[in-house]
Nanobody
Framework: VQLEESGGGLVQAGGSLRLSCVAS???????MGWFRQTPGPDREYVAG????????YYAASVEGRFTISRDVEQNTIYLQMDNLQPEDTALYYC???????????????????WGLGTQVTVSS
């Protein structure tokens, strides 16, 4: 499985962006998620979605502002980000896990695949 993100950019606070992650290979059985990373060693969990797309989960910091979705036929996972704030500035990564999506934000998650990331910068 290969993952390629796009859709990042520079936006003013209060604005919106939609990130896309195109997957190739046998990804349809995988739960998918979005993570982000600011300068430093740790990646922060943002959102997760089940293989069918029927279950979604969010970090508290983005709940109500971000929406994760997937188009199985187009092999694409999306992250709609609304009301962006400067603290959302980060490199955003797409990830795939064979386990349930609710584990993505925990130490129990097993991430098999990562994309290379797309930069999101929010100005104040």
């Amino acid at each position: 499985v290969q993952l390629e993100e796009s859709g990042g950019g520079l936006v003013q606070a209060g604005g919106s962006l939609r990130l896309s992650c195109v997957a190739s290979g046998r990804y349809r059985t995988y739960s998918m998620g979005w993570f982000r990373q600011t300068p430093g060693p740790d990646r922060e969990y943002v959102a997760g979605i089940s293989a069918s797309g029927g279950r979604t989960y969010y970090a508290a910091s983005v709940e109500g502002r971000f929406t994760i979705s997937r188009d199985v036929e187009q092999n694409t996972i999306y992250l709609q980000m609304d009301n962006l704030q400067p603290e959302d500035t980060a490199l955003y990564y797409c990830a795939g896990t064979p386990g349930p999506p609710e584990l993505l934000g925990t130490f129990s998650a097993t991430i098999d695949y990562w994309g290379l990331g797309t930069q999101v910068t929010v100005s104040s």
